[in-house]
């Protein structure tokens, strides 16, 4: 059974940093791509970043130059390395994996398997 388990959120004031991981198991996919989504109280979820098994980056533009995706494939883990956070980046954080993955892109209609969230909180 696929499962992902994120982790490293918290509390940071505007200009911090955090880093979230997701531990990932379950599978041996070989085209997938893993995904950092949020989504802010009483928004609608929106992808952040996307990755797939070779490096190919995709990232939105309101995080382009602050957020950096990576992956550990020896630790089947992957990592969201968040920089100059804001406050508009309060949100609840889902890592996701689209088996089969064509396209990479945080694009939401694309994943299909979810983890459970860390929440995220910017003060200002």
């Known amino acids: 059974q696929v499962q992902l388990v994120e982790s490293g959120g918290g509390s940071v004031q505007a200009g911090g940093s955090l880093r979230l991981s997701c531990a990932t198991s379950g599978y041996t996919y070989s085209s997938v791509c893993m995904g950092w989504f949020r989504q802010a109280p009483g928004k609608g979820r929106e992808g952040v970043a996307a990755i797939d098994r070779g490096g190919s980056l995709s990232y939105a533009d309101s995080v382009k130059g602050r957020f950096t995706i990576s992956q550990d494939k020896a630790k089947n883990t992957l990592y969201l390395q968040m920089n100059s956070l804001k406050p508009e980046d309060t949100a609840m954080y889902y890592c996701?994996?689209?088996?089969?993955?064509?396209?990479?892109?945080?694009?939401?209609?694309?994943?299909?398997?979810w983890g459970q969230g860390t929440q995220v909180t910017v003060s200002s």
């Open positions: 996701a994996a689209d088996f089969g993955c064509r396209v990479v892109a945080p694009a939401l209609l694309q994943y299909n398997t």
